[in-house]
């Protein structure tokens, strides 16, 4: 929750490719104050089954920036070898990995204001904004 002299920020994850939220998600949270700061870990959390972090930590009074780290590939990894499992496997995919390993948002924030920051996410590509 934020004060007058805090921010607060809010998270969800919705995976496209799946027309569903993103369960197991690890998320850290990380803040500074100034441009220049150097960047503090708060802690973190993970989605639950609606693909929001209900407890993030609270931010410290002077945040100016925000950083989430969304820990993507291993969301993507058990999500690959749940659907090997549901079907035989396709010999022309690319199995290699993730290609976004992790997804990394970095924004600017003032005190008393709070931060709904929603990400989209399927395999080869995310989208962000802030959401209310």
């Keep these: 929750m ?3 002299t805090t921010a607060s920020v809010s998270t969800h994850i919705l995976d496209t490719s799946a027309g569903r939220p993103a369960e197991g998600v690890a998320v850290q949270l ?3 104050s100034g441009p220049l ?6 802690g973190g959390s993970a ?8 407890d993030l930590p609270a931010l410290p009074e002077g945040t100016t920036h925000v950083r989430l780290d969304f820990a993507v590939e291993p969301y993507f990894e058990k999500k690959q070898a749940d659907a090997q499992q549901d079907a035989p496997a396709n010999r022309d995919s690319d199995t290699t990995g993730v290609f976004f390993p992790e997804v990394a948002i970095t924004f600017a924030v003032k005190p008393g204001e709070h931060y709904h920051v929603p990400l989209l996410l399927n395999p080869f ?3 962000v904004y802030r959401g209310s």
């Excluded at 700061?37 to 708060?42: A, T």
């Excluded at 989605?47 to 209900?54: L, S």
Aim: with cysteine.
């Design 2 to 4: 934020s004060t007058s």
């Design 30 to 32: 990380a803040a500074r």
């Design 37 to 42: 700061g150097e960047w503090q870990p708060l």
């Design 47 to 54: 989605t639950d089954a609606d693909g929001r972090c209900k």
């Design 125 to 127: 590509g995310y989208s």
